[in-house]
């Protein structure tokens, strides 16, 4: 788990996902993880997207962390 802290005004993000979490498609960093059945599934945002309609209607939970990809350091 990655924290991120801010300034005091500003609130502490946290995420669960990390650079060692790799999509389950096809092996690009995790940015969304669904549960299904028990199971995490971990995927890209590109196969997060491709399969999200189906998979919500199955899944358990959804956390999904592609803001990350428009954040700038």
């Known amino acids: 788990m990655?924290?991120?802290s801010t300034?005091?005004?500003e609130a502490?993000?946290?995420?669960r996902l990390s650079a060692m979490d790799r999509c389950d498609?096809?092996?690009?960093?995790a940015y969304i993880a669904a549960e299904v059945n028990g199971s995490e599934l971990l995927f890209c945002a590109?196969?997060?997207r491709k399969y999200e309609e189906k998979l919500r209607e199955v899944a358990t939970?959804?956390?999904?962390?592609t803001a990350r990809l428009?954040?700038?350091d």
């Open 61 to 65: 939970s959804w956390h999904d962390e």
């Open 46 to 48: 590109h196969h997060g």
């Open 2 to 4: 990655t924290t991120l």
């Open 25 to 29: 498609s096809c092996g690009a960093q």
């Open 12 to 15: 502490t993000v946290v995420y």
């Open 70 to 72: 428009d954040e700038t």
């Open 7 to 9: 300034t005091a005004d």
